[in-house]
């Protein structure tokens, strides 16, 4: 009878993995696109992006560069981010979506320049995502400080 149950707990732990990862992974592409906004990606913008690569790798058997690499072709290949936003707005919860506009200011200002393009692409998204200007307005006086 136990045995039964921990199986389950087991695929339960696998599945809240896969959810964290893709949630992760939806962070740091997102996150790689709000660096490249303003032309260029700071050393301190691409350290605060590699923190949250680490958390992926910890998911996945591929190392940071792998990731990053996958996150690049994705950005060069890519004309659009918004397939993400409907994954986003199926899979994620409220909180799921302001931690990841939190991350996302975080790595705005992780070279303590908030460039216009990246605040605007931030915002684009919170809408996109559903989320209340005071909210996103909350998160970005956090992560500025």
Known sequence: MFSYFKSK?????????????????????????VARSDGSISDDELNSLLKEIEKVTENVDKNPDEILDLIKNYSKNSVSFHEFISDINNDFTIEDKLELIHYLWNVAYADNVLDVNEERLIRRIADLINLKDLDVLRLKNKAKK
């Open 9 to 33: 707990n087991k695929k339960e732990e696998a599945d809240i993995n896969k959810h964290n990862f893709e949630i992760d992974l939806v962070a740091c592409v997102l996150a790689y696109e």
